[in-house]
Structure formats: structure tokens, C-alpha cells
């Protein structure tokens, strides 16, 4: 048990792992990645993840080295050398070695990369108590380009979020325009919950469209709860009954505090709590867990 490698579909340990120091993903983190975990082994959602990867590297100009039928063999032959209980999964693709220079033509051969590790197991709190975010001004890497929407490597600004939020005492950080206008966590979407309708920015805002987002947006059409996409703004959150963000690695977390102001009642609603565990049904649908 432990983290084993898949460098362009060669099996490598933790320690003997490695790629170019002039591969531009590392130079410029040009590249794009999706995470993803495993339930009963089972990694989940990997088509869509795959598919996701695709658009994604289509947005940045990198083509796919290999088919999605073969990017899945690899991914389960890394888990199967892993061995783990259940396994973190990461897929990189770079657009791989080129020159130093900023030109993205100059390289031409994608590296991929997958890293299966043990999953962590998260604290219980943070579904039974919800967590607090902290509103961050600040810009994402690929707004305003060809890439917007995009789930690329070039993290920066989403780490300094992230920096910024737990340094205020938040779980994570919800990033908000200068008007006021929410777009997303640093690394999740973000949903209010109010007369008993979900709402949750729109894809053209160039939001990440998360595979639990469009989970929990078919979830609400099971459940009968009615779902919407619209523009928030930090004044909606204040009026919210509920809110909660999504991830895949976190599933749905309740979300009970903004800046240091109570969220409703301050606690995981009714809402919230209908769509994790209907959420955590369909995990143990897909994968035959538990």
C-alpha cells in the first residue's frame, strides 16, 4: 500500500518518480489535471473526469496523448499497484518538454502523469457542524481567456485564496469580484439554498462545471427540489436559509458561516443534509460500496 506513479503509462514508485525539469508544466504549469477518489476501490465518476480532462486540454491547445479507453486502464492498474483501502487519484497531462520559451508551440509530445496515494479521511465536523468560508477578492489564472472554465495546473491564485482563507480562521476561501458577485471556492462550487430552492453561479461565468455540481443538479430533479443557476452575490449568501459547497474529494460540505456572519440557523440545514446523504447513495450505487 502506498502512492505509486504512471509517467506516460510506465509504473514508477513515490521516490523514483519524475519528469523533465524543462517539461512545461513545470516551467509554466501548463498542463491540465482532474482529482478524483476512490470508493471500495472503485474510482468514481471517471469517465466524467475524463471527458472533463478532455475539454479541458482542448481549451488549452494540448492534445490528449491517449484515448480515454486507455487513460482508464492506466488509472486502474495504478490503483491495483497502490493497493490502498481507497486512493487520492490525480491525472496530469503537460503539453511536455519544450524550450525556454513562453511559446506553446515549441513542444509537442504531452506528458501524462497519474498518481494514485491513500485517501485521507476527512473529520466528521466538518458534515455535522459545516465549515466557515472566507470571501477573497482575487482573480483566476484563466479568466477573461480561451481557457476560462478550465481546470488547469496554473493554481496560484487559487492557493493564495486558500492561504488567505485559513489564515482568517475559514475552511476555504470563496472567491468574490469587486461588485460583490461569487464565483466559486478555491477549489469547489458554492450553492445557497433559499425558500427551498438551490442556486448556484452559471457555467458562463466561467466556473469550473464540477462533476458533483452536476450531481447534486440531478439530484435535485430526483428529490423534487427545485435547482436554478443564477448570479450570487455576497448579500444573497447573508439572506440564504442553506449553503453548501461541493467537491469530489469532500462531496457536499454544509456551509454555515461567511466572514465571521451566520448562515440561517448556523447549522447544516435540511437541504444540505437530503442531497449528502442522497449523494452518498449514489456512491454505493455506482461502486457496489458498503
Not at 37 to 65: C, D, N, Q, W
Not at 187 to 201: L, R
Not at 220 to 236: A, H, K, M, N, V
Request: net charge neutral.
Amino acid at each position: 500500500m502506498g502512492t505509486v506513479v504512471a509517467i506516460d503509462g510506465r509504473l514508477r514508485s513515490e521516490a523514483s518518480a519524475s519528469v523533465s525539469v524543462f517539461d512545461r508544466g513545470f516551467l509554466f504549469g501548463d498542463s491540465v489535471f482532474e482529482v478524483l477518489r476512490t470508493y471500495a476501490g472503485v474510482p468514481f465518476e471517471l469517465g466524467e473526469h475524463l471527458a472533463r480532462l478532455e475539454r479541458s486540454a482542448a481549451k488549452m491547445g494540448i492534445a490528449l496523448p491517449v484515448d480515454e479507453r486507455r487513460f482508464a486502464r492506466e488509472v486502474g492498474r495504478t490503483l491495483e499497484k497502490a493497493a490502498n483501502p481507497e486512493s487520492y487519484v490525480r491525472i496530469v497531462v503537460t503539453r511536455g518538454r519544450g524550450p525556454l520559451h513562453i511559446d506553446p508551440r515549441t513542444a509537442v509530445s504531452p506528458t501524462r502523469v497519474i498518481i494514485a496515494a491513500p485517501l485521507l479521511a476527512l473529520p466528521g465536523e466538518l458534515y455535522s457542524r459545516g465549515v466557515d468560508v472566507v470571501s477573497v477578492r482575487i482573480g483566476r489564472s484563466t479568466d477573461g481567456t480561451r481557457a476560462a472554465g478550465a481546470k488547469v495546473s496554473a493554481y496560484v491564485s487559487n492557493m493564495l485564496a486558500f492561504w488567505a482563507a485559513r489564515e482568517a480562521g475559514g475552511h476555504e476561501a470563496l472567491l468574490v469580484a469587486d461588485d460583490g458577485q461569487i464565483s466559486e471556492g478555491n477549489s469547489s462550487n458554492f450553492f445557497v439554498v433559499k425558500d427551498g430552492e438551490v442556486c448556484t453561479p452559471p457555467l458562463s461565468t466561467g466556473i469550473l462545471g464540477g462533476i458533483t455540481r452536476a450531481i447534486v443538479e440531478r439530484l435535485c430533479g430526483s428529490l423534487g427540489i427545485r435547482f436554478r443557476e443564477r448570479l450570487l452575490c455576497t448579500s444573497d449568501v447573508d439572506g440564504a436559509d442553506e449553503a453548501f459547497l461541493t467537491s469530489s474529494l469532500r462531496e457536499i460540505v454544509p456551509v454555515v458561516g461567511l466572514d465571521e456572519r451566520r448562515i440561517g440557523a448556523g447549522r447544516p440545514g435540511p437541504i444540505t443534509q437530503r442531497l449528502l446523504e442522497a449523494y452518498r447513495a449514489r456512491t454505493r450505487e455506482l461502486t457496489s460500496y458498503g
